[in-house]
T-cell receptor, first 117, second 114 residues
Framework: AQKITQTQPGMFVQEKEAVTLDCTYD???????LFWYKQPSSGEMIFLIY??????QNATEGRYSLNFQKARKSANLVISASQLGDSAMYFC??????????????FGGGTRLMVKP | DAGITQSPRHKVTETGTPVTLRCHQT?????MYWYRQDPGHGLRLIHY???????DKGEVSDGYSVSRSKTEDFLLTLESATSSQTSVYFC?????????????FGPGTRLTVL
C-alpha cells in the first residue's frame, strides 16, 4: 500500500489566490513527521514546512501552512496568495518513528502546480 | 545552503559499465542519503549512511552499492549500469533544524544509461 498519496498530478491556480495541495498518509506509528518539499523547474529540492504528529497546532511558514487532520491522516499544504514563482512540483514526505535522523523519508508522487498570471 | 555538492551533474554511460556518483558535504553532518527520482514515484531511498563506514539499504538498493570512508564524502556505485537506472540521483544530508531533523538535498545528478 502507498504510504504517501498525492492524488492531484497537476493543478492550476490564479496568481494571488490560495491553493491547497492534498496529501494523505498511512502509518501505524504514533510518532511521525510530515514534510513538504518544493522542486522548481531548475530541479533542486527545497524544504518548505514540517508537521510533527504530536503538534497540536498546524505548522506555518510564511505563506505556507499545513492543514493537519490526524484522524483523516491528511497533511495538506496550503499556499496563500500564490505567486508565479510558486509554479513547481510539490512533494509530501513522511518520516516514521521518532526524531532519529536515520529514519528515512517516504515520498509521494508529487503535484505539479502551475500559477496563472 | 546545506553545503552539498554532487559530481558529476550529468553523465551518459553505456549499459554494463560501472558508474560512481559522488556526494560531498562541508559541514560534518553524520547522516547522508542517496535517492533516485523517477516520474510518478517521487524520490525513493537507495542507501543511507549514519557515519563513516556505517551504511544501510533503503527501498530500492538492488544494483547499487555505497561507501563512506570519510565524513564528507558518500559515494554511490552502479556496478554494472542498466537502462532502468536512468534517473536523477539526489544526495541529502540530515541535521537538526529549529523543530526536527530535516533532510536537505544536493543539486542532483542526471544519469542516462544507453
Amino acid at each position: 500500500a502507498q504510504k504517501i498519496t498525492q492524488t492531484q498530478p497537476g493543478m492550476f491556480v490564479q496568481e494571488k489566490e490560495a491553493v491547497t495541495l492534498d496529501c494523505t498518509y498511512d502509518t501505524s506509528d504514533q510518532s511521525y513527521g510530515l514534510f513538504w518539499y518544493k522542486q522548481p523547474s531548475s530541479g533542486e529540492m527545497i524544504f518548505l514546512i514540517y508537521q510533527g504528529s504530536y503538534d497540536e497546532q498546524n505548522a506555518t511558514e510564511g505563506r505556507y501552512s499545513l492543514n493537519f487532520q490526524k484522524a483523516r491522516k491528511s497533511a495538506n499544504l496550503v499556499i496563500s496568495a500564490s505567486q508565479l514563482g510558486d509554479s513547481a512540483m510539490y512533494f509530501c514526505a513522511m518520516r516514521e518513528g521518532g526524531g532519529n535522523a536515520g529514519n528515512m523519508l517516504t515520498f509521494g508522487g508529487g503535484t505539479r502546480l502551475m500559477v496563472k498570471p | 545552503d546545506a553545503g552539498i555538492t554532487q559530481s558529476p551533474r550529468h553523465k551518459v554511460t553505456e549499459t554494463g559499465t560501472p558508474v560512481t556518483l559522488r556526494c560531498h558535504q562541508t559541514e560534518n553532518h553524520r547522516y547522508m542519503y542517496w535517492y533516485r527520482q523517477d516520474p510518478g514515484h517521487g524520490l525513493r531511498l537507495i542507501h543511507y549512511s549514519y557515519g563513516v563506514k556505517d551504511t544501510d539499504k533503503g527501498e530500492v538498493s538492488d544494483g547499487y552499492s555505497v561507501s563512506r570512508s570519510k565524513t564528507e564524502d558518500f559515494l554511490l556505485t552502479l556496478e554494472s549500469a542498466t537502462s532502468s537506472q536512468t534517473s536523477v540521483y539526489f544526495c541529502a544530508i540530515s541535521y537538526r533544524g529549529v523543530r526536527t531533523d530535516t533532510q536537505y538535498f544536493g543539486p542532483g545528478t542526471r544519469l542516462t544509461v544507453l
